[in-house]
């Protein structure tokens, strides 16, 4: 798993280890917000969220809100893969959030 430190800037080394023992992925992102610092990961293991799929990630954040010292994980939104219209880029599935202070 490949996570910046700058990514999630607002998370210390110790909080950013425990990120990485919840969230098993390839890439964590920045996402451009306004007013909060949002996050995505990419999620290769299916192309479409399901409701077990969602419950299953829910459970994960709650697992790491437990663990976390100053700070909370909050999921905005579940992306579907998705296809260019020319079919030139594909995006897989993901997952946004935000990581707000407790």
Do not use: G
């Amino acid at each position: 798993m490949v996570i910046h430190n700058y990514t999630l800037s607002n998370l210390s080394k110790e909080d950013i280890e425990k990120f990485k023992s919840i969230f098993d992925y390839n890439e964590v992102r920045s996402s451009s917000s306004p007013s909060i610092e949002r996050h995505y990961i990419r999620v290769y293991e299916f192309r479409y969220w399901d409701e077990e799929s969602i419950r299953e990630y829910d459970s994960k954040v709650e697992q790491l809100n437990l663990v976390l010292e100053n700070h909370y994980i909050k999921i905005d939104e579940y992306d579907n893969y998705e296809m260019e219209y020319d079919r030139d880029r594909s995006y897989p599935a993901s997952f946004t959030f935000s990581i707000i202070s407790k």
